[in-house]
């Protein structure tokens, strides 16, 4: 855990190398941002076929990389948690101004809210649902990463310069050391998702999926 002798020691100029520490198992989560069925589903594929890019990226290296954190995590008692796009009600009242003004209301329990099957969580693991493009602003996730006494956050889902972006650097400002793990995230383009990560990289560390898998087996 980190100290607060540690923090004390940080130099008035700083040390960006700080960021760059290995995770500790007993005080990290997985956090899986918005990959739920209303947000990758056969129909929507078939509706939005300019997105292509983006269906494959998470077809073909964000759920096979998703799988492998996943089971890595839960073999190595590291947290898991989801958060999700859902509504507190039935017709999204609840919701920020901007999810009302795009029209992004989920109702409380309906399909859309679930999370893929290929990356569902287990019944004993953390379901955040979220109103904004913020978890951290619309919902007790700080709250409750304090109480499992979590210090570094891995993050990993959609969209990339979106809700895992702005995730990366409010979760920054709250205090948590953030890795990025940048081959299971997706969005609209490959230019998008590499300017979102030289946006990023002062907020985080970046990483792939096998670093972080090293780092999990030690």
């Not at 002798?5 to 290995?22: A, M, Q, T, Y």
């Not at 996730?141 to 990366?168: F, K, P």
Request: hydrophobic share 35%.
């Amino acid at each position: 855990m980190i100290s607060k002798k540690e923090i004390e020691s940080i130099p008035l100029k700083g040390d960006i190398n700080f960021r760059e520490k290995r995770i500790e198992k007993d005080h990290t989560a997985l956090l899986i941002i918005d990959l739920q069925k209303g947000e990758y589903n056969a129909k929507i594929i078939r509706e939005k076929p300019n997105n292509k890019y983006m269906w494959d990226r998470i077809k073909n290296i964000v759920i096979p990389n998703g799988t492998k954190l996943i089971q890595a995590c839960r073999e190595n008692d590291v947290e898991v948690i989801y958060t999700i796009i859902e509504s507190l009600t039935q017709d999204g009242r609840d919701s920020s101004l901007d999810y009302k003004i795009l029209g992004m209301c989920v109702p409380r329990g309906s399909i859309d809210a679930k999370v893929i099957d290929e990356l569902k969580p287990l019944d004993n693991e953390i379901i955040i649902p979220k109103t904004s493009s913020s978890v951290f602003n619309s919902t007790n996730i700080e709250y409750v990463l304090r109480n499992l006494s979590i210090q570094y956050l891995m993050i990993m889902g959609i969209v990339t310069d979106q809700c895992v972006e702005t995730a990366v650097r409010d979760g920054c400002d709250k205090g948590f050391l953030i890795t990025l793990i940048e081959d299971a995230c997706a969005t609209h383009t490959q230019e998008r998702h590499e300017s979102s990560l030289t946006g990023i990289k002062g907020y985080c560390r970046i990483r792939k999926t096998e670093d972080i898998l090293r780092e999990i087996k030690i």
